[in-house]
């Protein structure tokens, strides 16, 4: 089964290199730390189509390709390096030290970083209500535009506050600034990210600290767009994920290390 998101023509000629700098604010990555890497390959190509390529960091990290295009990063360190097996989104800053700086002034905890991985500087952070994100200043992947517009579809923040939570991600990323390629707007009760028109996060209200249910506590939630939702939701299924709520347009999974990701359907075009 293949739901890659075919890539325009052009798109095997564009090598214009993109830095955070220009982009500051934007969800410009996400990432997946899992405990095994060949399990959680054959899971996301089962289900996703994906295929995969390596990188210099090491026998244990890959770069995810939708249609020859660099889609996720996976790191199966979550029990070599004792951190917790989840999808998480980054977003582009333009000094990785001074934002890590405006997030512990505004109650933020730094978890990791900010590191060296060169072309860049990345940091793992947790926000106020404790929805773990990650920053990153350099050079984004090639055909990032690419990445932009095809997937994931978007990123959620299921959180206590809202409004309150967008107020601390506005001034930690910068989205207040009138440089900033991002805007802010509240929609039928939920704040709305845009980059050049479209919404690339959303953030919501309900999320409950201390619940024990993981799935209800704050956390930043990846949207992947896929052509056949129940198609994709039989396979993970069948390649030992589960499915936690399924809709018809609509289904969130759980992958064979835990980690919870959604997937939407794709619009059909006319």
């Known amino acids: 089964m293949n ?13 214009e290199v993109i830095s955070t700098d220009s982009v500051f604010g934007s969800p410009c990555w996400v990432s997946l730390t899992s405990r095994d890497l060949r399990t959680t390959e054959d899971f996301y190509s089962a289900v996703l189509g994906w295929r995969w390529r390596s990188v210099r960091l090491g026998d244990h990290f890959r770069i995810a390709l939708a249609g020859g295009v660099p889609v996720a990063g996976i790191a199966a360190v979550a029990s070599m390096w004792q951190m917790a097996v989840a999808w998480t989104p980054y977003f582009a800053v333009q000094n990785a030290d001074e934002a890590v700086a405006r997030a512990r002034e505004r109650g933020g905890t ?3 970083g900010p590191l060296s991985f060169p072309p860049g500087r990345a940091a793992l952070l947790a926000d106020r209500d404790g929805a773990i994100f990650g920053i990153w200043e350099g050079q984004l992947v090639s055909n990032w535009e690419i990445w932009r517009q095809a997937a994931p579809t978007f990123i959620r923040l299921h959180t206590r506050n809202a409004f309150d939570s ?3 991600y506005g001034e930690v990323l910068g989205w207040a600034s009138d440089h900033s390629c991002c805007e802010v707007e509240y929609e039928g009760g939920e704040v709305v990210l845009r980059s ?12 409950v600290e201390a619940a024990p249910d993981p799935t209800v506590r704050p956390h930043w939630q990846i949207h992947f767009a896929v ?9 993970a299924e069948k390649h030992g994920g589960s499915v936690l ?4 347009t609509e289904v969130i999974l759980r992958d064979p290390d835990g980690a ?3 997937l939407t359907a794709r619009p059909q075009l006319p």
Do not use: M
């Open 227 to 235: 052509n056949d939702v129940g198609e994709c939701a039989r396979a």
């Open 166 to 168: 967008a107020i601390f």
């Open 245 to 248: 709520q399924e809709k018809d």
């Open 196 to 207: 050049r028109g479209d919404a690339v996060a959303r953030i919501d209200s309900g999320a």
């Open 260 to 262: 919870q990701f959604t």
């Open 110 to 112: 730094p978890a990791v």
């Open 3 to 15: 739901n890659d998101t075919p890539a325009p023509g052009p798109a095997k000629k564009q090598r």
